[in-house]
């Protein structure tokens, strides 16, 4: 059974960043694709930014420019770097990790005042 615990979450301005961190834990077997995925109030969860074993990034149109992701593979940890925050950023984050299946946390709230 994987864990994975978020951090990182807050209120910030229009404008600010935050940077959110997921450590994953409890994996028998290596961790291949890790990722944040994002769900706004009424809304259905969306995929945010991901990150392959080997480094390989794919991020939605959009936060591109704006987003990083990163990965430590010995830390069994992904951060996502988010800059130039704008309101529509405002919802839940979580982090997915991809094992033999897919496991998710429990989310950390970002929210982006105008």
């Known amino acids: 059974q994987v864990q994975l615990v978020e951090s990182g979450g807050g209120l910030v301005q229009a404008g600010g960043s935050l940077r959110l961190s997921c ?3 409890g ?3 290596s961790i291949n694709a890790m990722g944040w995925y994002r769900q706004a109030p009424g ?4 995929f945010v ?12 149109d959009s936060v591109k420019g ?7 593979k010995v830390q069994n940890t992904v ?10 950023d405002t919802a839940v ?11 998710w946390g429990q989310g950390t709230q970002v ?3 105008s």
């Open 23 to 25: 450590v994953a834990s």
């Open 27 to 29: 994996s028998r077997f």
């Open 43 to 46: 809304k259905q969860r969306e």
């Open 49 to 60: 930014a991901s990150i392959t074993s080997r480094g390989n990034t794919n991020y939605a």
């Open 66 to 72: 704006r987003f990083t992701i990163s990965r430590d």
């Open 79 to 88: 951060t996502l770097q988010m800059n130039s925050l704008k309101p529509e």
């Open 93 to 103: 984050y979580y982090c997915k990790a991809d094992v033999l299946r897919s496991y």
């Open 111 to 113: 929210t982006v005042s």
